[in-house]
Structures are given as C-alpha cells and as structure tokens.
C-alpha cells in the first residue's frame, strides 16, 4: 500500500504549502491571539465591573459568540463585516474588506470571548486582600487592575491562555469555507490539483501536530521564567 | 485625628457595625480587641474607606470618609494600613513592592522612591533582602515590609488588622518590636490584635468589641484594673494566658 505513496508531491509544494499557507496561519493565529486576549481582557474587566450596563453587555456578547459554531460565524462576519464597517466610519457603501482581514476581525472577536472567560477566572482568583492593599496605598481601579490584578492573572493563566490559543491555531484552518489559502487550504489545493490528498492530509497532520508541541514546550519553559515566587 | 461617630454597617440584612463611636488622637495609640466575629476588622477598614458603610460619620485629619465626594484614594494615600495576610505583592521583588505606591500614587521619582523604601527596609531590619521576592521571606520579615511598605508612603495614622495573628508565635516578637518602635516615636496608631502584652506596653486607650458593637472604650489602666464589663472580663481571662 505505501509503496502508492508519492511523497514527492511534499517536496515540490513545499514552497507554496509554507510560504503562502503556512505564513498565513502563523500570521493570522498570532494577530488573534494578541487581540483577542487584550479584547478578552476588556471583555473581562467589563464583565466584572459594578455598573450594571456595563456587566450585562459583556457578558451577553460572550454568552452570544459562546453559542454559536466558529464556522458559522466566520460566514456572517464576511458578509456583514464591509456593511458594519461602512456604518462604523460613516460610508454611504460597503467597504471593501480582504478576505485577510475579514478573518482577522472574525477571530479576534471570536476567540476573545473565550479569551475573557479565562482572565476573568485569573483575576477573580486574585485574593481580595491584594486588591486591599494597592487600594491602601491610594491605588484607584485602574491603578490597582494594572499594577497589581493584571499582571499576577495574566501569569497564573498562562497554561490556559496557551491551550486556548493552540485551539486558535487549529481553527485557523476553517477559513477553509470561504477558500483562503491557510497551511490546510494550500495544501487541499495541491492534493486536488495532484490527485494525492492522502499524502497531503497525512503531511498537514504531521505538521500541525509538530508545530503545536512545540509551542506546548515553549510556553512551559516560558512559564517557568514568569512564574511568581510564592 | 480620627472620629467615628454611630457607625453602623450591614451585609445586606445583617447587622455587621451597630452604632460605633470612638476617637483617635494624635499621637494616640489604641488597640481594637474582641472576640471572634465583632467586628473589629470590618470597623477598621471602615475608617479608610476599604469597607463601605451606611449608617454614621467617619472623618480623618477633617476629611470625612462617608462623603460620595471626596477623593478616597488621595485619603487613603496619607493612611497607612497593615494587613493580617501582609498582601505584600508577589509579583514585584521587596525593592518595587516599597517604591510602587511612591511612584504610582504620590509621584515621586524612582531615586527619591527607593531612597525613602530603603531607608524603612533598614529600620525594620530587612535592608540585605532588598531584591528577594516576598515569596522568599518568612512571615515575620513580610509582615515588617509590609510595615516598611506602609511607612514609605509617609502616612498622618497607620492602622493594623490583626498584624501577627498569621505568624508563628517565634516571628510575633520581631513584628512587636517595630511596632512598639513606631508607638514610641509618637505615630498615630489604631491596632487590631489578640496581643494583650502589645497593649499593655504601648496603648493609651482599648476598645472592646463584641458582636458589632464597641462595649468598652477606655484607658489602659482602667481596661487592666477594673473592668466595666462582664463580657470584656471573661474575654481578658480567656486571652491572658
């Protein structure tokens, strides 16, 4: 059976697979992670806030996007993300948005309800007395939230941030449905195109699960060096 | 220095406060004792503003604590407070833990900051730890950064919860000992505490709460002489061992 295997299709794509697909994953998983935890950090503070107002809106957005398949999600704010835009900076049409960049803000909005839903257990799981304290010092909210609640739920969720985002990662590849080229889509291309798509799937297989390893090592010895000693 | 006139305080419907009064003087020191669940914590992070409450008046240096408009945090800043936990932050080494609340809060810059920090570091003994991390300390030696902490904000009143109630009974002394020190030198001080010895040494006055409310209020001499109270009698038997 493995003799059927033509591993050569690997070799000869393998510009196109990584530097189209490959750089598109990494580059869109890295800009959702980054905005997607400081929208989820936001998320976070909001929903744990006193004003009414304030608390339920967060909380009924991440409630929303909780609820509905990422895939469906990414069909919606490609058709509504150049209306909503059009609206948002006042356009009598609808802005052209690439398909890069409908993604992006898909994603970002997506992951950081998730994203929230960590930092508010990270930040709840502050003790009181902490917050006690900077207040003591004359600290107010954001003084207090910044320098003392921020950066103590930031590191303790580090483990859990990571998970997320490996998630984030692999979800990437459901810009699929709307025919952007990421790692999954360029290399589906190629194994149609060539007629081998189990070697291509075996080989994207092989490839994320290397890739998310490695990450998993990296955040743990990245742990270690911001661990808080207590 | 400070007032507090019929505080009462609810946690919802239950009565937490009833009808506090009592004054600090300048320079006086008064120690809060009580058994178990009066109150006497709750009624101390009153007088900053940490716990809020609804019923009376509380005014520091003439500022008055209930008011929806003064500027709590400005307060608080002139305040220092010492809390049961130390709350030192884990996240900062010894050195940033002084000088945050300098920088952040009262302006100062780094040099005149860690000037000021480290002199409070060696007065309480510490001045060698300056790089470690609280997590790296015992109780005891938190318990007196978190003092050096406080100390470093150059407060009007410094008010303690219960300082050495989480200490090993061989760190209490050391932490004793920086407080007396500060006594001494005429600070305005308003402690919560189980340690009778503490009290005897350097208070002029002893507060007695239970269940919420203040039921002596008195001169040492006259709190270790005669006491008024059937409830503080047993309580002082109790606790003196």
């Known amino acids: 059976?493995?003799?059927?295997?033509?591993?050569?299709?690997?070799?000869?794509?393998?510009?196109?697979?990584?530097?189209?697909?490959?750089?598109?994953?990494?580059k869109l998983t890295a800009l959702s992670m980054l905005g997607g935890i400081l929208l989820?950090?936001?998320?976070?503070?909001?929903?744990?806030?006193?004003?009414?107002?304030?608390?339920?809106?967060?909380?009924?957005?991440?409630?929303?996007?909780?609820?509905?398949?990422?895939?469906?999600?990414?069909?919606?704010?490609?058709?509504?993300?150049?209306y909503i835009a059009a609206w948002v900076i006042g356009a009598d049409e609808p802005v052209k948005v690439g398909a890069f960049s409908s993604a992006l803000i898909?994603?970002?909005?997506?992951?950081?309800?998730?994203?929230?839903?960590?930092?508010?257990?990270?930040?709840?799981?502050?003790?009181?007395?902490q917050v006690w304290a900077g207040q003591a010092l004359g600290m107010n909210y954001f003084q207090t939230m910044?320098?003392?609640?921020?950066?103590?739920?930031?590191?303790?969720?580090?483990?859990?941030?990571?998970?997320?985002?490996?998630?984030?990662?692999?979800?990437?590849?459901l810009v699929y449905v709307l025919s952007i080229p990421d790692f999954v889509g360029a290399a589906s291309k190629i194994a149609q195109r060539d007629g081998r798509l189990i070697e291509m799937y075996v080989f994207v297989a092989v490839v994320y699960f290397i890739m998310c390893f490695a990450l998993s090592v990296l955040v743990k010895h990245l742990q270690k060096r911001v661990a808080i000693i207590r | 220095m400070i007032?507090?006139?019929?505080?009462?305080?609810?946690?919802?419907?239950?009565?937490?406060?009833?009808?506090?009064?009592?004054?600090?003087?300048?320079?006086?020191?008064?120690?809060?004792?009580?058994?178990?669940?009066?109150g006497k914590s709750t009624l101390i992070k009153t007088v900053n503003g940490l716990e809020p409450f609804q019923k009376g008046e509380i005014t520091v240096d003439g500022v008055a604590v209930g008011d929806p408009k003064t500027n709590l945090s400005k307060l608080r800043a002139r305040i220092g407070m010492v809390f049961q936990n130390f709350e030192l932050f884990p996240h900062l080494s010894i050195r940033e833990n002084l000088t945050i609340g300098q920088t952040k809060v009262l302006g100062r810059s780094q040099d005149e900051a860690n000037a000021k920090g480290l002199k409070y570091l060696e007065r309480v003994?510490?001045?060698?730890?300056?790089?470690?991390?609280?997590?790296?300390?015992?109780?005891g030696q938190q318990q007196r950064v978190a003092i050096a902490r406080a100390l470093s904000m150059d407060p009007i009143a410094m008010l303690f919860d219960e300082p050495t109630s989480a200490l090993d009974p061989e760190m209490i002394n050391e932490v004793l000992d920086v407080m007396v020190g500060l006594a001494q030198e005429?600070?305005?001080?308003?402690?919560?505490?189980?340690?009778?010895?503490?009290?005897?040494?350097?208070?002029?006055?002893?507060?007695?709460?239970?269940?919420?409310?203040?039921?002596?209020?008195?001169?040492?001499?006259?709190?270790?002489?005669?006491?008024?109270?059937?409830?503080?009698?047993?309580?002082?038997?109790?606790?003196?061992?």
């Open chain 1, 1 to 26: 059976m493995l003799s059927n295997f033509d591993f050569e299709v690997i070799s000869r794509s393998w510009v196109y697979l990584f530097q189209t697909g490959m750089v598109f994953t990494l």
């Open chain 1, 40 to 82: 989820g950090t936001l998320l976070a503070m909001m929903r744990l806030s006193s004003i009414k107002a304030v608390s339920l809106f967060a909380s009924g957005y991440v409630n929303l996007i909780r609820s509905v398949p990422l895939v469906l999600v990414i069909f919606w704010f490609y058709f509504l993300v150049p």
């Open chain 1, 106 to 129: 898909t994603f970002i909005m997506f992951e950081a309800a998730y994203y929230c839903e960590i930092m508010r257990s990270g930040i709840q799981s502050i003790p009181r007395g």
């Open chain 1, 146 to 173: 910044s320098n003392i609640v921020l950066p103590q739920a930031f590191r303790n969720m580090i483990p859990v941030l990571l998970t997320q985002t490996i998630v984030l990662f692999q979800d990437v590849s």
């Open chain 2, 3 to 38: 007032e507090l006139k019929n505080v009462s305080k609810w946690y919802g419907q239950f009565q937490v406060l009833t009808d506090c009064s009592t004054q600090v003087a300048k320079g006086d020191v008064v120690v809060i004792c009580g058994p178990s669940g009066s």
């Open chain 2, 125 to 139: 003994g510490l001045l060698a730890q300056q790089d470690k991390f609280p997590g790296q300390l015992s109780g």
């Open chain 2, 186 to 241: 005429g600070m305005t001080m308003m402690v919560v505490t189980h340690e009778m010895g503490f009290a005897k040494r350097v208070a002029n006055r002893i507060v007695f709460m239970d269940q919420g409310k203040i039921i002596e209020d008195c001169s040492k001499e006259d709190f270790f002489g005669t006491t008024r109270s059937d409830r503080a009698r047993d309580f002082l038997a109790k606790i003196i061992h």
